[in-house]
């Protein structure tokens, strides 16, 4: 089961309203800001890490709050972009993905696609913002 992300980049009605209008502008604004989230979540998963070194596995684990640790690259070849006019998905096959993200009862949570998209909103919003205003 796929895990996906639907976060609302534009607030603004109005101005989601005039993005979903903007034809292919708007189609471009949604592809490209759904790959920066997904090269966002890359790199905060590429990045070093402080939590447990476990001898059977190839790199330091992560400790909770840290975007998770790359050990196999599942987690990272699962992702997918889709978007469409004003809307933006961020898709992820690995079943560990909700694990890891949201923590469970047995494992604190190693965010990685809310600081992405947190990260990217701000860029998103300003070409968005651009396109409207031309």
């Known amino acids: 089961m796929a895990f996906t992300a639907k976060l609302k980049i534009l607030d603004d009605k109005r101005l989601r309203a ?5 034809g292919n502008q708007g189609q471009a604004w949604a592809e490209e800001t759904a ?14 890490k402080t939590g447990v070194q476990y001898p059977n596995l190839p790199s330091r684990s992560s ?3 840290e975007a998770p640790a790359v050990q196999s690259g599942e987690l990272i070849r699962s992702g997918k972009a889709e ?6 998905r961020v898709v992820y096959d690995d079943p560990k993905a909700p694990m890891l ?6 494992v604190a949570p190693r965010p990685f696609l809310r600081p992405a998209f947190d ?10 913002k651009e396109i409207v205003e031309g």
Do not use: F
């Open 18 to 22: 005039l993005i979903a209008d903007a």
């Open 35 to 48: 790959e920066n989230i997904l090269d966002e979540a890359d790199r905060l998963m590429q990045g070093s």
């Open 63 to 65: 400790a909770p709050g």
């Open 83 to 88: 978007g469409r006019g004003a809307s933006v």
């Open 101 to 106: 993200e949201l923590g469970n009862s047995r």
């Open 119 to 128: 990260a990217e909103k701000p860029r998103a919003i300003k070409r968005a």
